[in-house]
């Protein structure tokens, strides 16, 4: 079992109509009929939403979401309508909130892999492949690979695991011609984001992309894109293949509760405990640092 340790009620807004509540999105569609996509500050690790928000985390994946997609407008388009305020929104939904352009979205995630960690590591130490792809002998955690490889998976819901896929079985899904033009798209974002992080210090190991096709039938960059919920940052300083690398992100979170400090059995069926203060303080910091980094402005 996992999930939330207790899935919040929907704020209701006048004129908006609530659709879902994800890990750390709630979703609207409003009286036109777009969608209204509020990032809250939830946090979840080991596939629970967590207890304990971090502050400013829902504003900072909004903020750099945006700085984002604004570098990726020849490859891919972004669903972001406009980042106005809805009538009747709470002053809190400021800076977090976007209107977004409905999309038929494809049912897989586009995962770009330029270093070898986590779930492809764990592939590779069995098989030597990751999602199918044959990889070179002799990679450990950490390694840069010879070529970005994309490594598709299915998407999951709420609690459960999304699970790797092979390409073939995404052509199977979607067809040979969408399959080719989703993974064209992704590594060509990934590419562009790895040298533009590169350039600030910052190795993009590996990142997912939501992607959907607009009612003209282009394919849509849509949700978030290149924050440190979907990416693995790396100050690049510091790399050195081997062992588990630094990272922007949640780490701290993941670290605390694996830890004798909070009590929780990862195995049990129990929800994790709150975050003390310590924890939530570092890594708010590590996600304004990850902004900061990359934008090269003052939060």
């Known amino acids: ?48 939403v967590l207890p304990t928000e971090i502050p400013d985390k829902g504003r900072v ?53 330029g270093y070898l960690t986590g779930s ?31 490594t598709p998976a299915t998407k999951a819901a709420v609690g459960d695991h999304d699970e790797n896929v092979s390409y073939e079985e995404v052509a199977r899904q979607v067809g040979a011609e969408t399959a080719a033009l989703l993974r064209r798209t992704t590594l060509d974002v990934y590419g562009r984001a790895r040298d533009i992080a590169r350039d600030r210090g910052i190795i993009l190991a590996d990142t997912k992309f939501e992607f959907g096709f607009d009612t003209d039938d282009r394919l849509v960059l849509a949700d978030e894109v290149l924050t440190p ?42 929800p994790p405990p709150e975050l003390p203060q310590e924890i939530v303080d570092a890594t708010r910091a590590k996600y304004l640092e990850a902004y900061e980094l990359l934008t090269g402005t003052r939060w």
């Open 1 to 48: 079992m996992s999930g939330f340790v207790e899935k919040p009620e929907p704020l209701q807004v006048p004129g908006l109509v609530h659709l879902h509540t994800g890990k750390v999105r709630d979703l609207y569609r409003n009286e036109t009929g777009d969608l209204v996509m509020v990032a809250s500050d939830r946090i979840s690790a080991y596939d629970w």
């Open 61 to 113: 994946l909004t903020q750099l979401s945006l700085w984002w997609f604004d570098k990726f407008t020849d490859l891919a388009p972004s669903h972001v309508i406009s980042t106005d305020l809805p009538d009747g929104a709470p002053a809190d939904w400021a800076g977090r909130t976007l209107i977004c352009e409905p999309l038929r979205m494809t049912p897989v995630e586009c995962v770009a892999r």
């Open 120 to 150: 492809g590591l764990a592939e590779y130490e069995q098989t030597r492949t990751v999602c199918g792809l044959a990889l070179p002998e002799g990679l450990v955690d950490g390694s840069e690979l010879p070529a970005p490889i994309f």
């Open 229 to 270: 919920d979907s990416s693995r940052f790396w100050p690049a300083a510091t790399w050195e293949p081997g062992h588990a690398q630094p990272s922007y992100d949640k780490q701290y979170v993941r670290d605390w509760l694996t830890s004798p400090a909070s009590g929780w059995d990862r195995a049990s069926e129990q």
